[in-house]
Structure formats: C-alpha cells, structure tokens
C-alpha cells in the first residue's frame, strides 16, 4: 500500500482531502502533522482531529507544527472557512486536545520519512512553514521521500489573497521558498489557478452532499459556511473562471493516492517571489532556463475529473 504523510492547515477542503485520502483503497495515512494557515494551529489540531473522528481513525497520530510563518504573523482565512476553520458549526462531542501526540510535527516528520525511506509521500495542503524547517534539520530529508505533492502557488499570477499570490505561498513566503528550492524529489504541484479551472459543479456537490452517511452529514455542517462564502461575488472573481466549488487541497491528493489521476503536466523549475510591493509570495515558473536551475516542478495542467468525483464521492460513504 501506498505510505501518506499529510501536512494541513484543517480548514473545509483540507478536511474533503484527508477524507478522500482515508476512504482510498491501498493508502495508508501514517500521520497527519498541523501548522497555522486557514486558523490558528491550535483550531487546526482540534478540526484535524474531528475529521479523524467521524471517518472513525482516531488512531492515525496527530501532530502540531508551528504556530507562525518563518518571518512576519500569520495570515487566516475566517472569511472563507469560518473562524475556527472548520465552518463554525462545533461539534459538542469533538476530541480534545489530550489527544495530540506529544513529538511535535516537524520531529515527526523527520522520523516518519526516516524510518519509511523511500516510501512515503508527503502532501501538503497548508503553508510550508513544518515542511521548511524540517529540511534545515534534516537535509537529507527530500531525497528518502517518494514524492512531495503541494496544493500552493499559482502560473498566472492570479492570487486569491494577494493580486499575486496564492494563500499557502503568502502566508509564508520564506518556507514556499525553501520548499521549491531545496525538496530535491519528484514534486507535483497543484497551483491555484489550476483548481480554479477544475471545479466542481453545484449539482455535484448537492448529490455529494446529500449522500445518506454520517461522513456526508458532518461535511454538509462544515461546508455550509464555505459554500455561501463562495457565492460572494467578491470570491467568484477570485475564482478566476465560472462558478461551482474549488475544493483545492483534494486535487494534491488525490495526485498523491493515485498515480494515473495527472493526464497532462508542464515540466519547469519553480522558485518564489520574497519582495516586491505586489509580487511577494508570488510563485514564479521559469519556462526558458534563465534561472539555470536543472531540478523542475510537475505542474498539473490536466487530470481526470471522472476519477476526481468517483474519489471525493468514496470519501463520505
Ligand atoms: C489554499 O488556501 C487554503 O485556504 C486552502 O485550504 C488551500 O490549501 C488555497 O489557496
Ligand atoms: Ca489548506
């Protein structure tokens, strides 16, 4: 089976990409590690670990990360997906706190991918800021990992937190660029405007939802609060192009569950903007070589949207 490592910042659609990475056959999630990003860490560890409870796997080991970006405060995304990240629809009979373990996420991750060498693929859906720090403890962490799958960065320029970029990369510009530099594995991105180009259709999401399953009625009470977000006409700008729901976490997912979802990619090194009135936090991909850098991104263009909707359909039965 295949060996998962997630990095999240639990907020709606990283919660749709943890559930379709537990209902997929032949993957086993070996933990899950938080960091700051769509709310505080501490929210993150408490919505990781309701997403853990009603897909019944309380057992996969939960692990807090940093609280802060490398420089500067964090951002968050309470306009989108609530303040406590999860939908402010809270669940009296949530998992407490007790429940973390207590090896912090950037040491268990070194230990995970070093004990696993390999073997696991590592898919971060949230700012790189654990992802950062553990190559600078462990430099030889990049080259025992099977493959890192990011959902961050954008190929247009088109931000949805700044003019230019994309929420993972602005909330800790440093980290991406740490990331996209010094991961030296195979890594596969799924970039903003990507997923903007790939949603799902409003009538998909009504029959998802309306599935007869505990997993469909928990997702239905978190996602109301994302759902009327999005209908704003100030996200639907941010959307890029037409409506329906981006659940943009799932797509780095579901890459990383399975390997014939990617049907077209472009092949270029990617680095990231640090300064810069409008520019910081940008990801950058450079097509012609100037960068003279020889390591290059998968950048996913096409993947197979039939696949996508049987996956997040088997992630609330
Ligand atoms: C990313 O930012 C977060 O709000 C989402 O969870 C996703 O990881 C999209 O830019
Ligand atoms: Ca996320």
């Given amino acids: 089976s295949k060996k998962l490592l997630l990095d999240v910042d639990c907020g709606v659609d990283d919660a749709q990409a943890i559930m379709l990475a537990l209902a997929a056959p032949n993957v086993e999630v070996l933990g899950v590690t938080c960091v700051h990003g769509n709310t505080t860490v501490e929210n993150v560890c408490k919505n990781t670990l309701r997403v853990l409870q009603a897909c019944n796997k309380l057992e996969i080991p939960v692990f807090k990360g940093a609280a802060k970006p490398i420089l500067g405060n964090s951002l968050s995304a309470g306009h989108f997906h609530g303040e406590d ?12 706190l007790d429940r973390l373990q207590e090896e912090g996420a950037v040491s268990a991750m070194i230990r995970i991918i070093n004990q696993n060498p390999g073997q696991v693929s590592l898919v971060a859906t949230a700012p790189l800021t654990n992802l950062a720090l553990a190559v600078r403890l462990d430099p030889s962490l990049p080259s025992k990992l099977r493959a890192l799958y990011i959902m961050g960065g954008n190929t247009e320029s088109r931000g949805n937190t700044t003019v230019c970029a994309e929420f993972n990369f602005a909330a800790d510009p440093e980290a991406a660029y740490i ?20 949603k799902l259709s409003w009538e998909f999401c009504d ?47 579901a890459a990383a569950v399975d390997d014939s979802f990617i049907t077209e990619s472009d092949h270029y090194p990617v680095s990231v903007e640090l300064t810069g009135t409008h520019t910081r936090g940008m990801m950058i991909m450079d097509t012609v070589g100037f960068l003279k850098k020889e390591r290059k991104a998968f950048i996913m263009k096409k993947v197979d949207m039939e696949k996508f909707k049987q996956m997040m359909m088997a992630a609330l039965k």
């Avoid at 990240?85 to 407490?96: C, R, S």
């Avoid at 990331?179 to 790939?198: G, K, Q, R, S």
Wanted: with cysteine; charged share 20%; glycine share 6%.
């Fill in 207 to 253: 029959a998802w939802l309306a599935q007869d399953t505990d997993k469909a009625r928990f997702m239905a009470r978190i996602f109301r609060h994302s759902i009327e977000a999005s209908q704003s006409e100030r996200l639907q700008k941010e959307f890029v192009a037409g409506t329906g729901f981006v659940s943009c976490d799932s797509y780095a997912m």
């Fill in 179 to 198: 990331v996209l530099n010094d991961y030296h594995c195979p890594l596969y991105l799924a970039c903003w405007e990507f997923t903007c180009y790939n």
């Fill in 85 to 96: 990240g999860l939908g402010d629809a809270p669940d009296p009979n949530a998992p407490g």
